[in-house]
C-alpha cells in the first residue's frame, strides 16, 4: 500500500526503474485545457481519458485512452504544431489495460516520442485562429476587463485558457480581435465561451460561413447557433466590476417581469428579424438563439429568471399545497410593460419564432468562468487563490437551494464548461432540437401546458473571489484593487 507522499505510479518505477522518469503524470483537466480542442468529436465519443503523462519540458503530452467499444487502450502522443495548436501526432498500438499503456510510454513508446520530431497531417477545413492579444492601431480606449485580463496577475489564469482555446478559434468576419478589446469585450467572450463548451459537450464545429455564428455536428445530426447578449447603454460596461453586484431599483419581482423581460426581448427579436434560418446552409436543421445577459455589472446574478417567464408567457407563483407546504405553480403572464413601452410575452409564440428551436443561456459565459478552468488546469499566478461560492438548485425539486463555498483547487470541487447551460426548448419548434445532443444540461420544456426543468443540479449563481497571497496592487485597472473578481453568477 502506498502512502500519500509516494508517487501514483510508483509500481511502475519500482518495476521499470529511472526509465519512467522521462514522463510525469499531468491532470486531467491540464490535458483537456491543452488537447481535447484537437480531437475529433467521434474519438472523445469512443473513448475515456485515463490518464495523461508529459516530458519535463511539456513538449510532449501522452494520453491513454480508454476504446469503450473493445475494451482495449491506446496511447496517443500530442505536440504544438507550428501554430501551436497541441495536435496528435503518433499513437501506439491496441494494448490490454491502463497499466500496458503507462508501460508503454515508460519504454520504447516513450524514449521514441523524444527522439522524434512531430509531422502533422493537413487540416483543411481549420481556418487560422487569432491573438486575442495582438495590438491593434486607432483604438481611442480599450475595455477595462480587457486590460485587467492582458496585464492582471490575477487573471493570468483565464488569458493561459484564452490563449489555447483562440489558437483554434478563427476570426470569419474580420472584426473579433478589435471588438474584444475595445466595444464588444462581453460578447465576443462570450462566444469563445460558447465555442469552448460545444467543443467540450463533443460538437464538430464548422467554419463554412460567418453565419449564423457556429455550425454543429454530432451524431450525423446538424444545428446551427447563433449568439447575441443583452448589453449596457454604455459600449464599455462590462459583466464584471468592483464589488458586490448591484441590484434593481424596485421590487425584483416586477423589474424582472416588466423590464427585465423587455431587456431580454430586444437582443432576441433583433436575431429573429434577421431570419438566418432562411440561408440555404440552415434551412431544414434546428436552429438556436444563445443568449447572455450583461446589461450591468453582476446583473446575471439575479435576472435569469425573466428568460423563461418572457419565452413562455408563463409567471411563476407560489400557492400553498394540502399540506399548506408552498409549491410553484406556473400561470399564463401578461405583457410586459415599463412606461409607454409594451412587450408581448411569449416569445415562442410571436411570428417568425416556430423558426428557433429553443433559446440556450448561461450566466456563466465570463472572465471568471475562463479564470476557474484555468486555474483547475494548472495555468496563472501560483500565488493566486480562487474561491467560488453561490447557490446550488435541483431543477426538479421546488425550494431544493443548497449554498456552497470551494477553493477551485480542491479535489473536492469539479467544474465543466457546461455546467451552467440551461436549453429552453421551443414547443412550436418547426424544427425541435434533439435533448441527448445537450447531455448534462439543464433543460426546459412545456408539455401539456404545464412547465417542466430537467437536468441534474445546477448553478443558480455564484461569486468568484480572488486571493492573492503577495498582496500587489499593481498589473490592475484602477477599479479593481478590491481582491473580488466581482464575478456575478457562473
Known amino acids: 500500500m502506498t502512502t500519500a507522499s509516494e508517487p501514483v505510479n510508483a509500481h511502475l518505477e519500482a518495476k521499470l526503474g529511472p526509465t519512467h522518469t522521462l514522463f510525469r503524470r499531468?491532470?486531467?483537466e491540464r490535458f483537456n485545457a491543452l488537447a481535447q480542442w484537437s480531437m475529433p468529436p467521434a474519438m472523445r465519443a469512443d473513448t475515456l481519458l485515463a490518464s495523461a503523462w508529459t516530458d519535463a519540458d511539456e513538449r510532449v503530452a501522452i494520453a491513454v485512452l480508454h476504446l469503450t467499444e473493445t475494451r482495449e487502450f491506446m496511447c496517443v502522443a500530442f505536440a504544438r504544431d507550428s501554430a501551436g495548436r497541441w495536435r496528435g501526432?503518433?499513437?501506439s498500438g491496441h494494448l490490454p489495460s491502463a497499466r500496458a499503456g503507462e508501460e508503454a510510454i515508460a519504454r520504447d513508446f516513450g524514449r521514441q516520442l523524444l527522439a522524434k520530431t512531430p509531422t502533422f497531417a493537413d487540416v483543411p477545413d481549420q481556418p487560422p485562429g487569432i491573438d486575442l492579444f495582438a495590438p491593434i492601431e486607432g483604438a481611442a480606449r480599450l475595455d477595462d476587463a480587457y486590460v485587467l485580463l492582458r496585464?492582471?496577475?490575477?487573471?493570468?489564469?483565464?488569458?493561459?485558457?484564452?490563449q489555447e482555446i483562440t489558437r483554434?478559434?478563427?476570426?470569419?468576419?474580420?472584426h473579433f480581435v478589435r471588438e474584444a478589446q475595445t466595444t464588444g469585450f462581453s460578447a465576443r467572450i462570450w462566444e469563445l465561451y460558447l465555442w469552448a463548451a460545444f467543443r467540450a459537450l463533443d460538437f464538430d464545429i464548422?467554419?463554412?460561413?460567418?453565419?449564423?455564428?457556429?455550425?454543429?455536428?454530432?451524431?450525423?445530426?446538424r444545428l446551427f447557433v447563433e449568439a447575441t447578449t443583452v448589453s449596457g447603454k454604455e459600449p464599455f460596461t462590462t459583466s464584471i466590476g468592483p464589488g458586490a453586484p448591484k441590484?434593481?431599483?424596485g421590487p425584483i419581482f416586477t423589474y424582472l417581469e416588466h423590464e427585465m423581460a423587455q431587456k431580454f426581448g430586444s437582443p432576441l427579436f433583433s436575431k429573429l428579424k434577421k431570419r438566418d434560418w432562411e440561408k440555404p446552409h440552415v434551412a431544414g436543421h434546428p436552429f438556436l438563439l444563445a443568449l447572455a445577459d450583461f446589461h450591468a455589472p453582476g446583473s446575471m446574478r439575479w435576472s435569469a429568471g425573466a428568460l423563461p417567464q418572457y419565452l413562455y408567457g408563463l409567471k411563476s407563483v407560489l400557492t400553498p399545497d394540502a399540506d399548506n407546504r408552498l409549491m410553484e405553480m406556473f400561470i399564463p403572464g401578461e405583457d410586459h410593460v415599463v412606461g409607454d413601452k409594451r412587450v408581448p410575452t411569449n416569445f415562442f409564440a410571436q411570428p417568425g419564432a416556430e423558426n428557433v428551436s429553443g433559446?440556450?443561456?448561461s450566466n456563466a459565459g465570463t472572465l471568471a468562468k475562463f479564470n476557474r478552468m484555468g486555474v483547475r488546469a494548472g495555468f496563472g499566478d501560483a500565488w493566486v487563490s480562487l474561491v467560488r461560492e453561490g447557490v446550488l438548485v435541483d431543477p426538479q425539486v421546488f425550494g431544493s437551494e443548497e449554498r456552497f463555498k470551494f477553493d477551485v483547487e480542491s479535489p473536492a470541487y469539479q467544474e465543466d464548461w457546461w455546467d451552467e447551460m440551461i436549453l429552453f426548448h421551443n414547443p412550436n419548434a418547426l424544427h425541435p432540437v434533439d435533448p441527448a445532443l445537450f447531455p448534462g444540461i439543464g433543460q426546459v420544456r412545456i408539455a401539456d401546458g404545464k412547465y417542466l426543468e430537467g437536468g441534474p443540479m445546477r448553478v443558480l449563481w455564484s461569486d468568484t473571489t480572488i486571493f492573492d497571497f503577495l498582496s500587489r496592487k499593481n498589473g490592475r485597472p484602477s477599479w479593481a484593487v478590491d481582491p473580488s473578481d466581482g464575478e456575478a453568477p457562473a
Open 168 to 174: 483554434w478559434f478563427p476570426d470569419l468576419d474580420g
Open 151 to 162: 496585464d492582471g496577475f490575477d487573471h493570468a489564469a483565464a488569458k493561459a485558457m484564452l
Open 359 to 361: 433559446v440556450l443561456f
Open 26 to 28: 499531468m491532470t486531467l
Open 206 to 221: 464548422g467554419y463554412g460561413s460567418p453565419v449564423p455564428d457556429f455550425a454543429l455536428t454530432k451524431g450525423g445530426q
Open 247 to 249: 441590484e434593481p431599483t
Open 89 to 91: 501526432f503518433e499513437r
